[in-house]
Nanobody, 127 residues
Framework: QVQIVETGGGLVQTGGSLRLSCSAS????????MGWFRQAPGKEREFVAG????????GYAASVKGRFTISRDNAKSTMNLQMNNLKPEETAVYYC????????????????????WGQGTQVTVSS
């Protein structure tokens, strides 16, 4: 059973930056395809970014492309999301998600593709 913990959330002003981290234990980290999602109050959970098992292939929601960067360090069993130029509408709880994946170069954008989720970390962007 994979256990996931997100860290790095907080309060930032519009245009500021935050770096979220996700650590996973319980399974071989390099066998996990991973992603970030977010859920704002009253809204559905939405895809933010995804990354394949070795960090060679990534994908982003159109709204964050060019401002957010997903990465991973398999030696440290961590995945990161660097968020720049944040906007108030991006205030949400951010979730890390994982799933076993046999193949490289594959990332997933649907929440139902993932079977393990963290508790989430709050990101608040003030205007």
């Amino acid at each position: 059973q994979v256990q996931i913990v997100e860290t790095g959330g907080g309060l930032v002003q519009t245009g500021g930056s935050l770096r979220l981290s996700c650590s996973a234990s319980g399974r071989t980290f390099s066998n996990l395809a991973m992603g970030w999602f977010r859920q704002a109050p009253g809204k559905e959970r939405e895809f933010v970014a995804g990354i394949d098992t070795i960090g060679s292939t990534t994908g982003y929601a159109a709204s964050v492309k060019g401002r957010f960067t997903i990465s991973r360090d398999n030696a440290k069993s961590t995945m990161n999301l660097q968020m720049n130029n944040l906007k108030p509408e991006e205030t949400a709880v951010y979730y890390c998600a994982a799933r076993d994946e046999r193949f490289t170069f594959i990332w997933y954008s649907r929440s139902d593709n993932y079977d393990t989720w963290g508790q989430g970390t709050q990101v608040t962007v003030s205007s």
